[in-house]
């Protein structure tokens, strides 16, 4: 007969597995913030070492590939007044930032603003979508350049053309990602609108903007991209003072060091321009990617 235990003996539990405990939720966010600044630290350094490298290789001249310290000492030189010349071509780069911004401010803000009417007037009427959208993926495909000295003719050199060119490169990813987003708005949202007794401006209000907003914004995100990208285009004729004219005349001189100026301050402008449309995304349509 097997024995079973008395009630008086103590029975002793199984010791717990040490199981190895999560990192806590305060210290992965600050390893997340640490890493996603020294990861793009880290591949910034790797550039200027690759850069410096080949520079001091020989492979090519300083005229076309100028060491890193070239390029800080035309940054600084363009950012000051050095031998009683200020900046460059009497402006400072900041200067010639700020008129180019200014130009994108309003060209794109105007293709922008456009984009979106049209989107939504093709996204909730076929015919107009039908009779607008080969017009504008037409002009979608068209690189700046082909109608920039068409632009110059009509509206001469002064600011017009570059406005006209900017508003004319922002228009289309707008209308593109808003038409497609309005157009595919769930019928259920639309039924259960029209069923609550929604008028068709609060269908549109209501039901509509807010469904094709995140694909808007990213049209808009595009849109000042594909601007930026057109800026030096926008600049060829009487670009000065401009950042993209800046760095048409100095490759004029072959004076390689303030292209590079010149297009490092396009880049980093872009980048801030573009965090903050993202911070502005996330602040709008914070359910995006959650729902």
């Given at each position: 007969?097997?024995?079973?235990?008395?009630?008086?003996?103590?029975?002793?539990?199984e010791a717990p597995v040490d199981v190895p405990s999560a990192r806590p939720a305060p210290v992965r966010r600050v390893w997340v913030r640490v890493r996603s600044f020294l990861l793009p630290l880290g591949s910034l350094l790797v550039f200027l070492l690759l850069w410096q490298s080949l520079a001091a290789s020989g492979t090519w001249s300083e005229t076309l590939v100028p060491p890193p310290a070239k390029v800080w000492d035309a940054f600084v030189d363009v950012s000051t007044t050095h031998d009683g010349v200020r900046g460059y071509n009497g402006t400072y780069l900041v200067?010639?930032?700020?008129?180019?911004?200014r130009r994108i401010a309003i060209g794109a803000g105007l293709g922008i603003a456009c984009g979106v009417l049209f989107g939504l007037l093709m996204g909730t009427v076929g015919l107009l979508r039908a009779l607008f959208e080969p017009w504008i993926t037409f002009l979608r495909t068209l690189p700046p350049l082909?109608?920039?000295?068409l632009l110059v003719i009509w509206l001469g050199i002064n600011e017009e053309p570059k406005i006209t060119l900017l508003a004319v490169?922002?228009?289309p990813p707008v209308a593109v990602s808003t038409t497609t987003a309005v157009a595919v708005v769930p019928r259920q949202l639309t039924e259960a609108a029209r069923a609550l007794?929604?008028?068709r401006w609060d269908l549109v209000k209501d039901v509509v903007v807010p469904s094709a907003l995140p694909e808007t914004l990213t049209g808009v995100r595009l849109a000042v991209g594909v601007a930026y990208?057109?800026?030096?285009?926008a600049e060829l004729v009487n670009g000065l003072p401009g950042i993209g004219g800046m760095v048409k005349d100095a490759a004029n001189y072959n004076n390689t060091p303030v292209v590079l100026v010149g297009i490092i301050a396009i880049g980093v402008s872009g980048l801030i321009i573009d965090g903050l449309l993202l911070s502005l995304e996330r602040a709008v349509v914070p359910w995006?990617?959650?729902a």
């Open positions: 007969m097997s024995a079973t235990p008395r009630l008086s003996e103590p029975v002793h539990a200067e010639h930032l700020g008129t180019s911004l082909a109608y920039f000295s490169a922002a228009f007794g929604a008028s990208s057109s800026l030096v285009a995006r990617g959650r």
